[in-house]
């Protein structure tokens, strides 16, 4: 007798579980504005990422195509897997003096690790991380950048 | 004749499939050689290397800022804590004490990975188990944490938030809004955990009293973190050796005795609602302070041997560092959790049913590159 209850317990329990799992599931069913689905591909407009999100390394330039980076190399040294490599150039000032300044800033995208040791590193806060993140593309020399602009200066006062 | 004599061969053969590398359940690229008789599982052989990197050897090449990075890629879902165990060796080996406002900080990190890091257990362990519906839902809790992490340290799993001496940068101005937020909001759904699996008949009868561990065989073979607590082998080094700020909290190591899988499910249900109390009493209390040790920018490490262990959600992670003084380390060896809690895997499976064995392996919650490195 005992054993016929502890059977008939087992099932109206086991019944009992699953029913307590499918209101949880049920209660979403009925409240769908609960549920929090991004449509990706069509809120693209409207989709902002967080300002710090390591997206893609950056050199910031000004309205007047100037940019900070004197090409000492640091963020080049600081690279664990060698993503970055400055080309310098000697420049020759005003004042007759010869001075380094950089060719190409190249940044190899299809290495980085978004250590964001280049960016913490620089003494002069020349790169930045952008928030772009959609970085497909067809052709794998498209990964190569050149951070500086053609025909971009270093800002003055920036040693 | 003939065939019933092969017949008769064939029934006392054993038969060896693969599991594996790709099978979803095994998380990664980890291969299970099962030998089987019918459908019970003889004898289990992991091989593992197939998403070696050589983490170890190339840590050899990098200065001690350069090594944060790669540990992130050990054990993805614990990346914080991987980051924080490096930080408090060469800590340790220099000798410096951190701003409070970095312990704090680095405590409620760790908190909150090991929180995100058993969320992701529960849905990939739900889904092995047959339950798709508790894959959406763990990852939807999930993703409010990653939104926390990508907020103050700009990366979502690969965050690479810890420097030695520090912190990359300071903590976001929204942080404590937005961890008190998910504290009230995750106290008000994880009954839904509870509700969707821990009560569930099917899975208990799958998971109770499978791939039972003894305290004495978990001490013997090692095992740590949630898999070692549910044996009952108290080894939270959270508890036996405070680091950071955790003893500053008071806290309940989560013990059990049975050591099934059903347990080590338990646990983890169990370390999720610690880990909320733990921030909970950190994160009004975070002192203001900079959020970096001064540093030199090249680190050098005293010659020597240095060694740290941290609790990561799997398990002790050891850090073990030999410096001959120069600014990269002559040999770094992370003695990873992971590794060790696959070694017993063929004593809990054996005897079982094969699709037993994919409740015991994804009760162990295995990462396979922090196996391989």
């Known amino acids: 007798m005992k ?27 009925f409240r769908p504005g609960t549920t929090l689905t991004q449509q990706y591909p069509d809120n693209r407009d409207t989709l ?40 310098p150039a000697t420049e020759v000032t005003e004042e007759g003096k010869k001075k380094r300044i950089i060719d190409k800033h190249i940044y190899h995208l299809g290495m980085c ?37 053609p025909g971009s200066k270093l800002m003055k006062g920036v040693e | 004749m003939e065939v019933k004599e092969k017949m008769g061969r064939l029934e006392n053969e054993e038969y060896i499939i693969n599991m594996g590398p790709q099978h979803p359940s095994t998380h990664g690229v980890l291969r299970l050689v099962v030998a089987l008789k019918g ?49 408090l060796t060469v800590e340790k080996a220099l000798e410096i004490e951190v701003p409070e406002r970095v312990k704090y900080i680095r405590t409620i990190m760790s908190e909150l990975t090991r ?42 799993m690969i965050v690479s938030y810890n420097t030695p001496g520090g912190l990359m940068n300071d903590i976001h101005p929204n942080f404590q809004n937005r961890v008190k937020e998910f504290l009230k909001y995750f106290r008000g759904v994880i009954h839904e955990y509870d509700d969707l699996l821990t009560g569930n008949v099917i899975f208990q009868e799958r998971s109770k009293g499978m791939g039972v561990m003894t305290k004495e065989e978990a001490i013997a073979w090692g095992l740590t973190g949630p898999t070692g607590r549910a044996s009952g082998f108290s080894c939270d080094i959270r508890k036996h050796n405070p680091y950071s700020a955790y003893d500053k909290v008071t806290f309940r190591e989560i013990l059990y005795t049975e050591g099934d899988v059903f347990h080590r499910y338990l646990a983890r249900m169990e370390e999720m609602r610690e880990s909320m109390n733990i921030i909970d009493q950190l994160i009004d209390n975070i002192p203001e302070g900079p959020f970096t040790a001064k540093m030199k920018p090249v680190i050098k490490l005293p010659e020597g041997e240095y060694f740290q262990s941290v609790e990561t959600a799997r398990g002790e992670l050891g850090v073990y560092i030999v410096s001959d003084g120069n600014k990269n380390p002559y040999r770094v060896k992370f003695r990873s959790p992971n590794f060790v809690n696959l070694a017993p895997l063929n004593l809990m499976a054996r005897g079982s049913k094969i699709a037993d064995l994919v409740a015991i392996g994804g009760s162990l919650d295995l990462i396979i590159p922090d196996i391989d490195r």
């Open chain 1, 3 to 29: 054993s016929v209850i502890e059977y008939f317990r087992g099932i109206f329990n086991g019944i009992k579980s699953l029913l307590v799992g499918m209101t949880v599931t049920g209660g979403y069913f």
């Open chain 1, 113 to 149: 690790t978004f250590c964001g040791l280049c960016v913490k590193t620089c003494p002069s806060q020349a790169l930045a991380f952008s928030q772009e993140f959609e970085h497909a593309v067809f052709d794998r020399t498209k990964l190569t950048k050149v951070l500086n602009q």
């Open chain 2, 39 to 87: 459908e019970i599982v003889q004898r289990v052989e992991p091989h593992i290397g197939y998403i070696h990197r050589g983490i170890e050897k190339m840590c050899e090449n990098l200065t001690y800022q350069q090594i944060i990075h790669l540990t992130d890629r050990m054990d993805y879902l614990s990346a914080h804590i991987n980051n924080e165990a490096v930080c």
């Open chain 2, 115 to 156: 929180i995100q890091s058993h969320q992701l257990f529960w849905a990939t362990f739900g889904m092995d188990l047959g339950g798709l519906t508790c894959f959406f839902y763990g990852l939807r809790d999930r993703e409010k944490i990653l939104d926390i992490f990508e907020e103050s340290c700009g990366g979502r």
């Open chain 1, 48 to 87: 902002v990422m967080f300002e710090r999100f390591k997206g893609e390394v950056v050199m910031p330039h000004n309205e007047k195509n100037e940019h900070k980076c004197t090409g000492c190399g640091i963020c080049e040294i600081n690279c664990p897997n060698g993503s970055i490599e400055v080309i």
